[in-house]
């Protein structure tokens, strides 16, 4: 589903990424660790095509996203991939419908469709009756979950997610890290999670340690029992 073959990144003099090759099939649940500065978040941005390697290649879905233009890049994109971040980055302005909608507008789905996909997400997650408020109104652990909806709303095949419960308490940090097994029963996405959370780590189907931007532990070691 995604496979990485010799994927480096340097930011000036420091190389941040010395050669990454690694394979997640469809609908894992796969966790990345390690210390601060060892590469977790430059990774997911490379493979969520935020940001782009400087040597090596990053296959989703049999598409070798390097090999791109910038317009169908955003549109891949937007058509197969989900964000959540760690401080949910909703739009305040706008209400928790609205800011699901963003990603189905920019993709152009028929608004009565996409209102139905809403309507099902949030029915799903519990939070039918908040459809109408604005972020200000929402708890902590309401906003991640309205970010989690937002990054569904294009059925994509893949969530990346960046410290997802970072933000959150211990309650609310045990909610979204089953929810996300919820969400894969239920639709068949992939998740790839950058964490410092161990607990959430330990749950996955496997866990992906970097040290020094490279791969420190063989995938086969770290498969779930």
Do not use: W
């Amino acid at each position: 589903m995604i496979k990485l073959s010799n994927i480096t990144k340097s930011f000036g003099n420091l190389q941040v990424l010395k050669g990454i090759d690694l394979e997640i099939a469809k609908g894992e649940v796969v966790s990345i660790v390690g210390p601060s500065g060892a590469g977790k978040t430059t990774l997911l941005q490379i493979m969520g095509t935020l940001d782009k390697a400087d040597t090596g290649s990053v296959v989703i879905n049999g598409t070798d996203i390097s090999q791109l233009s910038a317009n169908k890049l955003a549109d891949f994109r937007n058509q197969n991939i989900g964000f959540v971040f760690q401080f949910h980055q909703l739009l305040p302005e706008f209400t928790a419908e609205e800011n699901i909608l963003i990603p189905a507008m920019i993709g152009g789905v028929k608004k009565s469709e996409a209102k139905k996909r809403c309507a099902e997400l949030l029915e799903f997650l519990g939070l039918t009756d908040r459809a109408k408020h604005k972020p200000a109104e929402l708890s902590g652990g309401e906003k991640q979950r309205i970010a989690v909806a937002r990054a569904l709303i294009n059925n994509p095949s893949v969530i990346f997610a960046d410290e997802p419960s970072g933000s959150l308490d211990s309650k609310n940090k045990q909610e979204l890290h089953q929810l996300f097994f919820d969400l894969r029963e239920k639709y068949g996405q992939t998740f790839v999670i950058v964490t410092h959370d161990e607990e959430l780590a330990k749950t996955t189907d496997r866990t992906i340690h970097i040290v020094d931007g490279l791969i420190q532990v063989s995938e086969t070691q770290l498969v779930s029992e």
